[in-house]
């Protein structure tokens, strides 16, 4: 560490400290932090009106998991990188599951694909055909016998099903197909297993989601079972709904699986976490400091214009800053502030973390795990991408149409 970040690092130890936090404990908890990367982000991704590859991308899942590794050396939390089926599709897992540990890493949730295929254009485990729900459980089962291969415990659900006009189909019927294919997943999980159940408000479907809020989300994970949980994404809200109070009930609930961390301005942007609304990002994060153990923390999102891997980077520097600030809260403080009916005062706490320059904190503790005191910087000083990049010229496979 530099002179002039130690003065600064020992400078906000010492404003912290007066203030009664325990500084240590804040640095362990920073230091126990993991995010998950997603294979998608690393490789080849667009919009639907075009997508720009710069020359050099991962065109395998080893070469995506090369540059998740690239980012644990940097940020010093990324050991964990979610898969994508059919996208990271292999003859053979147990070479995927050698490389990441080869590299330091694991492999993390395993994500199906039920839009892909040109048979789900009327849904997927939803869907009217029996044929159809039988070829979307039979792939999410697939992906159970994957995630046992590589010694994953998670498998996640985006579930693309809904209707464009209204009289398409039943709700109902739809909801109960749904639900009898999901019961057969369910039954299939190891006991270790969890389904994580993400809810999208539309799209692909434009009149009606099957999940469509964590509502419609809750209630299958609790007909289904202790091991179905439900994962917030957050681009997936109508503008203006309060994420940091349904992150809340699902915790008090212990039906919060985790996350999909991404930053949107309008619709299901995928773009980096923290860089349109970071005082919301904090404000989730100050619910997550509340809880015991962190849930699965994973970052979903499309480098449409950026370096991805700068951009991945950046995402896990913006989430370890909100988790820093979330930590500085003075929790009995606030309580006394709540029960008093002090409105501003418990709000001034709030503020007050939120506006502490938290960087010296973060900087310490990736310099204790080996990584980069600036991430960012790290990287585009570094030769790293020119020298990995170079080296591919095979043609880049898609990672999904991102947003
Ligand atoms: C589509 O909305 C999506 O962005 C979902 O968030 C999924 O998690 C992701 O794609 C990968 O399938
Ligand atoms: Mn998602
Ligand atoms: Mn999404």
Not at 54 to 62: I, K, M, Q, R, Y
Not at 192 to 220: C, H, I, N, Q, R
Not at 272 to 287: A, D, H, K, M, R
Not at 344 to 371: Q, S
Request: net charge negative; aromatic share 8%; charged share 25%.
């Amino acid at each position: 560490m530099s002179d002039t970040s130690r003065t600064d690092y020992d400078r906000l130890v010492e404003r912290l400290s007066a203030r009664g936090l325990d500084v240590a404990a804040i640095e362990q908890r920073l230091a126990d932090h993991r995010i998950e990367t997603p294979s998608w982000g690393y490789a080849n991704a667009g919009t639907r009106f075009g997508s720009y590859p710069p020359a050099g991308l991962p065109s395998t899942p080893f070469e995506k998991f090369d540059d998740a590794a690239e980012v644990h050396r940097l940020t010093g939390i990324t050991p964990s990188v979610a898969i994508h089926i059919p996208w990271d599709q292999l003859e053979n897992y147990g070479e995927l599951k050698a490389h990441a540990e080869s590299l330091g890493l694991e492999v993390g949730t395993v994500n199906p694909n039920l839009f892909g295929d040109q048979r789900y254009k009327l849904g997927s485990l939803a869907n009217p055909d029996a044929a159809v729900r039988r070829l979307a459980t039979d792939h999410m089962l697939e992906c159970i016998e994957i995630a046992r291969e590589v010694g994953s415990t998670g498998l996640s659900l985006w579930l693309p099903d809904g209707t464009n006009y209204a009289g398409q189909d039943s709700f109902v019927a739809r909801r109960r197909r749904l639900h009898e294919s999901l019961s057969e997943v369910y039954a299939a999980l190891d006991a270790d297993m969890e389904l994580l159940v993400e809810y999208k408000l539309y799209e692909p479907a434009f009149y009606a989601s099957e999940l469509a809020d964590w509502g419609a989300s809750l209630l299958t994970c609790q007909k289904l079972g202790p091991k179905a949980k439900v994962l917030v994404d957050l681009g997936h809200h109508a503008q203006g709904v309060n994420i940091e109070q349904i992150v809340a009930f699902l915790d008090d609930e212990d039906r919060l699986g985790g996350f999909h961390f991404n930053n949107r301005k309008y619709g299901d942007d995928d773009l980096i976490v923290g860089s349109v609304n970071p005082f919301e990002l904090f404000l989730i994060y100050t619910e997550l400091a509340a809880m015991p153990t962190l849930p699965r923390l994973t970052i979903d999102q499309a480098f449409i214009v950026e370096h991805k891997i700068e951009g991945m980077v950046l995402s896990v520097v913006n989430l370890q800053e909100a988790f820093a600030k979330a930590l500085l809260v003075d929790r009995v403080a606030l309580a006394e502030r709540q029960a008093a009916g002090d409105v501003l005062g418990a709000h001034e706490l709030l503020l007050d973390a939120f506006r502490t320059d938290v960087r010296p904190l973060t900087a310490k503790v990736r310099e204790e795990k080996g990584a980069a005191a600036d991430p960012v910087a790290a990287f585009r000083d570094g030769d790293w991408w020119e020298r990995v990049g170079s080296r591919r010229t095979a043609a880049a496979t898609t990672g999904g149409l991102g947003a």
